[in-house]
């Protein structure tokens, strides 16, 4: 991919003579790159994501506009005193098959380091509105192991485990997505005499479910660190796709059923004793076995001993 980035970014610099594109047009692309680069600030970060398609290239990998807003949040928390502003406020713009490819020189400091880079976006627009596809630093650039770049972040737990799961989650009978914004966690701990790991994350261990769907309210859950989400389709009837969401611990994992089109919960989390009951899947806790009826089965101490306890939910 990296290679192929390079030759394609070489091809278009080389003949960017012949694809001139009107003054106004080059003045508005200008215009939305100087407004790209005033957005990375702790303040304005939260306007990025705004600004790329739902899939972006990103340093030569695919990531989400999600997963790129969170790395920039990323890189703002770790040096809160990053700047970074186009140099000489100089901004090359060409055509690129259809889309516009505007290259500058960046300089940026932070931890009393001074750096540039020559820089790159490949910019669509469409439905009268522009949007990043791609994101990175050109051939020629040095230095990129430092720590600012995305490389330095690229298994971040926050970032990795922040797919997107699809669905109907507010049944307008259109395609909806949410995804799991994870806490960062700052300290992993034997807890004494316990057996298990003691976490603690920055401003607390909470995670929030994010629908792209502005309507659907997002939904927090307290003392959650690592998780899964899984699409559980129409349980009550109402036209819209439940959502489960999974958290995971060390002896354990817990299923949480919401109701997202409500922001209710339908029933206490589902506990899972996984040191004594391995393997259990999704289809092992939940079914569906009714009219807005549902059969859960969850771990339960019975007589001392731990037992899979099932019993019947009605959503009505």
Request: overall charge negative; some cysteine; charged content about 25%.
């Amino acid at each position: 991919m990296r290679i192929f980035t390079v030759v394609a970014l070489l091809i278009v610099l080389s003949f960017s003579s012949c694809n001139e594109i009107d003054p106004k047009g080059e003045k508005t692309v200008k215009a939305f790159v100087t407004q790209w680069n005033s957005n990375h600030t702790a303040l304005r970060a939260p306007y990025l994501k705004q600004q790329y398609m739902d899939v972006v290239e990103y340093y030569d990998i695919e990531r989400t506009k999600e997963q790129v807003a969170l790395d920039k949040k990323l890189l703002l928390e770790q040096f809160p005193d990053y700047k970074q502003a186009i140099l000489n406020d100089e901004i090359t713009v060409a055509k690129e098959a259809g889309n516009y490819l505007a290259t500058f020189e960046i300089g940026v400091t932070y931890d009393d380091v001074e750096a540039s880079y020559p820089y790159f976006l490949a910019v669509s627009f469409k439905n009268g509105e522009f949007r990043i596809l791609r994101e990175g630093v050109l051939p020629e650039a040095d230095n990129l192991d430092a720590p600012i770049f995305p490389k330095q972040r690229l298994n971040n737990a926050q970032i990795t485990q922040s797919p997107r799961l699809y669905g109907d989650f507010n049944g307008d009978e259109l395609s909806d997505y949410a995804y799991v914004e994870s806490p960062i966690v700052t300290s992993t701990k034997i807890a004494e005499g316990q057996g298990e790991t003691a976490i603690e994350c920055k401003g607390g261990c909470m995670s929030v479910i994010r629908f792209s769907n502005n309507g659907v309210e997002a939904i927090t859950i307290n003392d959650a660190y690592k998780s899964q989400l899984e699409n559980l389709r129409d349980l009550n009837g109402d036209g819209a796709d439940e959502i489960g969401f999974w958290s995971f611990k060390d002896n354990s994992k817990s299923l949480y059923i919401y109701d997202a089109a409500n922001n209710k919960l339908l029933t206490p989390p589902l506990f899972i004793n996984t040191n004594v009951h391995r393997n259990i899947k999704l289809i092992d806790v939940i079914k569906k076995t009714g009219p807005s009826k549902i059969t859960v089965t969850e771990s339960k101490q019975v007589d001392g001993k731990w037992e899979l306890v099932s019993r019947v939910v009605n959503l009505q």
